[in-house]
């Protein structure tokens, strides 16, 4: 697999693109692919000139895929082409296996598979996909702009956005000395997004407890650290591979923020300092710096100019779901811009993008807040860290904590017509073996018809360029008789018994025009 792989502009001078993206990241990536599959043009600008990055690469570069992620992939068909969490998952690698097989954290405090009990998850069915995967940075843009050059996605690289201007009609986007215009503008391009500070977007939050250090090392005398995930009176520090370190010390952000250079003098002192030893480091190889600061843009939208994913929020990676929100956006987002773009969205449609997403970026940002507040080096938050690690090692505290961390909770209120509405479907499974995530690569809508009603086929008809009509009985149906399923794979409308085609249509008009 090649991630420096790049599609070539056109010769025309004029182009005007349906969608121009800042940042090649893998919410850029993955917003282009959603937006190139309904048919709409597609350029992506990107800063840097290659995709290579220390940060990418193992163990910086790996990232824990949570639910809703592993089902966006599978639905459109990308799931079956990781590799890396195949490999580390096998019985012949280092993890440890089995049900005290450490499947996550919520502030450095461990849960285990044995400890989950999956069966409160009443709409997670056997042969769902996984609950969580593990994933490298580098694989998943490679197979991203893979699929994106293949849909005729534009990439171009070391041309990144420094500035737009837009009308009621298009926008014109700076790049370097170029300009290219499109009919909307999406800001992917990280946490200093230049899309949104041109752009005028408030970025509200709060400010950073600690300075986080991720670097690789030669360390003399390693036999001074304790391996895995240490918390001390001082801040925390984790070696998950020898010389692999991440530190957290509770500065409030100020080394980050000063910006000044990371030399290995530095790194030494405040390793020793935290793990309360006198560590030698021989030789700094790499080293970055980040913080927990939480800030949320208060609207997703100006005019024309759309954010995603960091640009759009941004807080500590602890737990990593900073990457899966981020992809969340671009799957919620992608099927309702490309139906803005074509005439074809009902009103409101695009404005539901925000409404929807804004408020699981706050439950992140407060989960991540939380987990830091129990990180803290004092007394109060050490009794908290406690009484959590308490609640983690029972079943139901594990089973809440991993449900979370996972993304299973995570549902859109779109009323209370049926339980399931707003929850992303059930992979429902056929006698031939297949998903109702297997027939979802197009991104089209499905109605879902397990009692194959002549009216609800010919009730469908209207709807025939938007909503394929599926019908055939599942293995477990968990007593619904049909189910409408927007095309990013969230449940608009179910039916237990006889369909009410008033509340039916009424969904349909509110998701499809």
């Known amino acids: ?99 005290r097989r450490q499947a996550g954290h919520f502030a450095g405090i461990p849960f285990h598979d044995g400890d989950i009990d999956r069966s409160q998850w009443k709409y997670r069915l056997p042969g769902s996909t996984e609950t969580s995967l593990i994933s490298e940075m580098y694989e998943l843009e490679t197979v991203l702009t893979r699929r994106a050059v293949s849909l005729g996605v534009i990439i ?53 407890e600690f300075t986080g250090y991720s670097a690789k090392v030669d360390i003399a005398d390693p036999q001074q650290l304790n391996p895995g995930r240490n918390m001390t009176a001082k801040g925390m520090y984790l070696q998950s591979q020898p010389g692999y370190l991440m530190i957290q010390d509770f500065d409030g952000g100020a080394f980050h923020d000063a910006g000044k250079p990371i030399t290995l003098e530095h790194i030494q002192e405040v390793l020793r300092r935290i793990s309360d030893t006198d560590v030698t480091i021989s030789a700094l190889h790499f080293a ?8 949320q843009a208060t609207a997703y939208r100006n005019g024309r100019v759309l954010l995603a994913g960091d640009a759009a929020h941004i807080h500590s990676p602890l737990g990593g779901q900073g990457l899966n929100l981020g992809l969340g956006d671009a799957m ?42 129990i990180m803290r080096p004092d007394p109060h938050a050490r009794a908290l860290h406690a009484i959590f690690r308490d609640l983690i090692n029972t079943r139901d505290g594990a089973t809440y ?45 499905i109605l879902l018809d397990f009692d194959r009603s002549d009216a609800l086929k010919a009730w469908t008809e209207k709807y025939s360029n938007r909503i394929r009509y599926v019908a055939g009985k599942a293995k477990d149906q968990l007593g619904i008789s049909a189910i409408l399923i927007r095309p990013d794979g969230i449940v608009a409308w179910a039916s237990d018994n006889e369909p009410d085609y008033n509340e039916l249509q009424k969904a349909a008009a509110h998701w499809f025009l």
């Open 288 to 295: 970055t710096t980040w913080t927990d600061r939480a800030r």
């Open 332 to 373: 919620n987002l992608g099927w309702k811009l490309a139906a803005t773009i074509q005439d074809k969205a009902p009103e409101g449609l695009l404005d539901s993008y925000y409404t929807e997403r804004h408020p699981i970026g706050a439950q992140v940002l407060d989960w991540s807040r939380a987990q830091v507040a």
């Open 401 to 445: 904590i991993a449900g979370r961390v996972w993304g299973i909770f995570t549902r859109y209120n779109l009323g209370e017509a049926h339980p399931l509405t707003g929850y992303s479907v059930p992979n429902f499974a056929f006698g031939d073996g297949t998903g109702i995530g297997d027939l979802m690569h197009d991104g089209q809508g």
């Open 156 to 208: 171009r690289r070391g041309l990144g956005v420094t500035g737009f201007h837009q009308t009621n009609d298009d926008v014109t986007v700076l790049a370097g000395d170029r300009s290219f215009q499109c009919k909307w503008l999406v800001g992917c391009d990280g946490s200093r997004s230049v899309v949104r500070k041109a752009g005028g977007f408030e970025f509200a939050g709060t400010e950073p």
């Open 1 to 99: 697999m090649n991630a420096t792989l790049v599609s070539q502009e056109p010769a025309q001078n004029h182009t005007i693109y349906d969608v121009i993206i800042s940042g090649a990241g893998p919410v850029g990536l993955f917003l282009a692919c959603e937006l190139a599959l309904a048919k709409c043009s597609v350029l992506v600008l990107e800063k840097a000139e290659t995709p290579d990055s220390l940060l990418k690469q193992l163990p910086f570069g790996i990232r824990g895929l949570s639910a809703p992620t592993i089902e966006a992939l599978y639905r459109r068909g990308l799931l079956k082409e990781f590799e890396i969490h195949k490999r580390l998952k096998s019985p012949h690698s280092n993890a440890v296996q089995g049900p």
